[in-house]
């Protein structure tokens, strides 16, 4: 069995960080065998390299290695590439053509960003890992094939298996073995050896003299969070190679190169975009709705048991003038109301008992005890059902009539949903 060192100077991986070497380790360990293989990591950190490391030091190393991309062949051709098709299956289809799973018979197929394959060509891949049987494209002949499934993803498979992106039985025939890549960001103490590597190569591919990085270039390369991990650190080294005339880099010039370089890397509160369908925008406006209309009735609950307490609107006035300006009317501030009620009518208590006096010849009205209360014209108010069915044909609209769908975005069951529809004949 070869050694870890030995490993790294053949497929000319650099770095000496602990997880970088378990997973060479793994690779090493489980090359011999024929068992499929899950690797795991960030875009960018050298996910193809494990699975050349495995098929080379396997039993099946003099037959074909096939890499295939599956997130960038089209959903409709997809499984004529892996499995094949027969003529005249689709239309195009003028003559038969071998997939890439009969052309590897005997090898080892890589399938990169496994985490993109369609659901229907999930079920076929389940049915080869299970017992080497496929089906052409537009045939009925099943075929047989022995091939090694080495596969390798960049997105959180649980998440993608939670929201019914990729069936959990296929992800546990993949990851017999997980192999997992650490990021870059991870590494401090390589990334300076990939930069000197990758400058050292392209001094050599451009004939040109190798740059060099200052101290404090260096500090600000080992500080920066490398998203594009070491993809985006050889096209820096790179880029730099070409452009620079001074081949000593400082700090200020490395950061010309990197994105948001000069950004803190302090932890932040970051806002999470909403959704289109997740209807935030309109569960604040009932939300507010709602919370307003609580605060007005908890102020009317004050101001009537001040009046049954004292029995005196006189002096509940005196002491609540602001409060029965905020209830009942205010020239800054809008309120809506469905009837136009005093504040007797509307706190139902009995008009005060005026005592009865002799009757003089020149009698002044009744002084107006809330004369500060404006008449306001009566507005349309927020109708909550209203708003319940414009939730329900908006979520209707965005899911294309499935209701099953619609259901979750409301956080309703699909019955209520059913008997919402009917109920406002939607």
Not at 117 to 131: A, I, K
Not at 189 to 215: C, N, V
Not at 233 to 257: D, G, H, K, P, W
Request: proline share 4%; with cysteine.
């Amino acid at each position: 069995m070869e050694s870890v060192q030995s490993i790294k100077q053949r497929f000319e991986l650099i770095g000496n960080d602990v997880k970088l070497n378990r997973a060479i380790e793994k690779a090493i360990q489980v090359a011999p065998t024929d068992i499929s293989v899950l690797v795991t990591g960030e875009s960018g950190v050298g996910k193809e390299s494990i699975p050349k490391i495995i098929h080379s030091l396997s039993h099946r190393k003099h037959a074909k290695y096939i890499a295939v991309n599956c997130g960038a062949i089209p959903e409709g051709t997809i499984d004529s590439e892996l499995f094949g098709h027969e003529k005249g299956a689709f239309t195009g289809a003028t003559q038969t053509r071998s997939g890439y799973f009969e052309v590897a018979d005997g090898g080892t197929i890589f399938l990169d960003e496994v985490g993109e394959l369609p659901l229907t060509t999930q079920v076929r891949l389940l049915r080869v890992l299970e017992n080497g049987e496929f089906l052409k494209v537009g045939s009925s002949q099943v075929q047989k094939t022995d091939v090694r499934i080495v596969a390798a993803t960049n997105i959180n498979m649980f998440e993608a298996i939670k929201k019914e992106k990729f069936r959990e039985d296929l992800y546990y025939r993949l990851s017999t073995v997980e192999i997992h890549l650490p990021p870059l960001r991870d590494r401090r103490e390589d990334i300076h050896l990939l930069f000197r590597k990758f400058a050292s190569d392209f001094g050599q591919k451009y004939k040109m003299p190798t740059i060099r990085l200052e101290e404090d270039a260096v500090n600000l390369l080992l500080k920066y969070r490398w998203p594009g991990n070491i993809r985006q650190l050889r096209n820096i080294a790179e880029q730099i190679s070409v452009l620079e005339e001074n081949r000593s880099i400082s700090a200020a010039t490395l950061s010309s190169y990197l994105p948001d370089a000069n950004s803190s890397n302090l932890p932040a509160v970051i806002e999470q975009s909403r959704k289109e369908g997740d209807f935030s925008n309109e569960r604040e406006i009932l939300y507010k709705v709602l919370f307003d209309m609580k605060g007005d009735l908890n102020d009317l609950k004050k101001l009537t048991l001040e009046l049954l307490k004292d029995n005196d609107s006189n002096k509940v006035q005196r002491e609540n003038e602001g409060l029965i300006r905020k209830i009942y009317g205010n020239q800054q501030q809008e309120e809506d109301i469905e009837h136009e009620e005093t504040p007797a009518e509307l706190l139902h208590l009995p008009e005060p008992v005026v005592e009865a006096s002799a009757p003089t010849t020149s009698q002044q009205p009744p002084e107006d005890r809330y004369h500060f209360a404006e008449e306001i014209e009566e507005e349309e108010t927020l109708s909550l059902q209203e708003k319940e069915i414009e939730l329900i044909k908006k979520s209707l609209e965005r899911n294309k009539g499935k209701r099953k769908a619609a259901a979750a975005e409301l956080g309703i069951s699909e019955r209520t949903l059913y008997r919402k529809i009917k109920q406002y004949d939607l």
